[in-house]
């Protein structure tokens, strides 16, 4: 290649990173990151109302080492919502979540203040760089929780920040990760606690959770390979790359 074509391309490249990248940066900013934090709905919860909540999943727990007996445990979202409100370790977080469970599918809302999770000094020149301090990201998503044979999936579907659909790039990279798996790689107690169930499923309006009979153990097994989605998968929902 000559030298005049080097010099065209060099200028090329320095044209469309001068145009494109605050373009990227500007659009990334106005469609991920919200001015104000979302209004999710209030979950207050009495004390006997956890009281009942923990009993049940105390008396299920005793289930899971008992040679004699398999047991069942139920949960809505408002369960669930109640135990992370009056959650001493989810009072301290700086994400606020908040569950729906419906036709067999859970939906996670969560409200995320950038300058609270943004604490190392790399995610503050990040946070600086893009000019998105004092906001928020208002994620919503669709999660496939199931538990079978001793292997545990948790995927994500459907995710939005802000109302708005991810890039498609970014959302099919998403699908395809197994949370539980991670969750289980990293986790010996959670690991040890899997091996006692015998389900997890969600169905209507509940998260319906089944011990072993006689809480014997079963390694859990490793997740399938993925199957390797077309390039630049598309899926209803899925935004253009900003």
Not at 34 to 41: N, R
Not at 189 to 194: D, K, N, P, T
Request: glycine share 6%.
């Amino acid at each position: 290649m000559s030298c005049l074509g080097l010099i065209a391309i060099s200028v090329v490249g320095v044209v469309a990173a001068v145009v494109l990248v605050p373009r990227y940066i500007r659009s990334l900013r106005e469609n991920v990151f919200a001015t104000a934090p979302a209004e999710l709905p209030k979950v207050t919860a009495t004390d006997q109302e956890i009281d009942a909540i923990k009993a049940r999943a105390e008396r299920f727990a005793k289930t899971l080492d008992d040679p004699n007996q398999s047991g069942t445990l139920v949960l809505t979202a408002d369960d669930i919502n109640k135990m992370i409100a009056r959650d001493p370790d989810w009072q301290k977080s700086p994400v606020t979540p908040y569950f729906e469970i419906k036709d067999g599918r859970v939906i996670g809302h969560f409200v995320i203040p950038i300058d609270k999770v943004a604490t190392s000094e790399d995610d503050r020149k990040v946070v600086e760089f893009l000019g998105v301090e004092g906001r928020y990201i208002n994620a919503t998503a669709v999660v496939r929780l199931s538990l079978r044979d001793g292997r545990l999936d948790v995927y994500l579907d459907e995710m939005k920040a802000s109302g708005k659909a991810l890039p498609r790039l970014l959302a099919s990279w998403l699908r395809k990760q197994n949370l539980g798996q991670k969750m289980l790689d990293e986790n010996a107690e959670m690991r040890e606690s899997i091996r006692k169930l015998d389900s997890i499923e969600v169905k209507d309006d509940q998260i319906i959770i089944k011990s072993r009979q006689g809480g014997q153990d079963e390694p859990a097994r490793p997740a399938p390979p993925v199957t390797p989605e077309p390039r630049n998968p598309r899926r209803e929902g899925d935004s253009e790359d900003w």
